[in-house]
């Protein structure tokens, strides 16, 4: 069965950031997977582009991450939320063997109320995705 891992902005900002080969280490861990976006998570990342107030390497951060996705075959979803972070909890909710990317503890600890099968994926050691 081929796994579905939905990322959150900060997960990808931060593989980006940190020169992790993201896509290469979810093929390391679970050979064919489904990498799910929301569109809402694109909208963040094509806010944080243009955002003048932020430093240049975060705006370019935020570019390359779209970049990367646009590269590469993700399903984007349409999370029914305003926020992504809400729409994450809510897709996630409804998806038994669902495998979330994100940093965010208060997003893990909302979704594993939502769903107690939920699995996640974090950064470890500034260069590596590993299942927490």
């Known amino acids: 069965m081929v796994k579905q891992i ?3 902005t900060n997960f990808i900002l931060i593989c980006v950031k ?18 799910v976006v929301g569109r809402q998570v694109l ?3 094509n ?12 705006r370019e951060s935020a570019a390359v991450a779209l970049k ?6 993700i399903k984007i979803v349409e999370l029914n939320s305003p926020g992504a972070d809400t729409g994450i909890v809510f897709y996630a ?3 038994q063997d669902i495998i979330v990317a994100t940093l965010d503890r208060e997003l893990k600890n909302r979704i594993v ?16 995705i590993v299942i927490a």
């Open 43 to 45: 909208n963040e990342l």
């Open 113 to 128: 109320k939502e769903n107690k099968k939920a699995k996640f994926l974090t950064i470890r050691q500034k260069k590596r």
């Open 6 to 8: 939905i990322i959150d």
């Open 93 to 95: 909710a409804k998806k």
């Open 68 to 73: 990367l996705l646009k590269n590469k075959k």
């Open 18 to 35: 940190q020169k992790i080969q993201m896509f290469e280490e979810l093929e390391e861990l679970f050979g064919i997977y489904e990498l």
């Open 47 to 58: 806010k944080l582009k243009t955002e003048k107030e932020l430093k240049i390497k975060e």
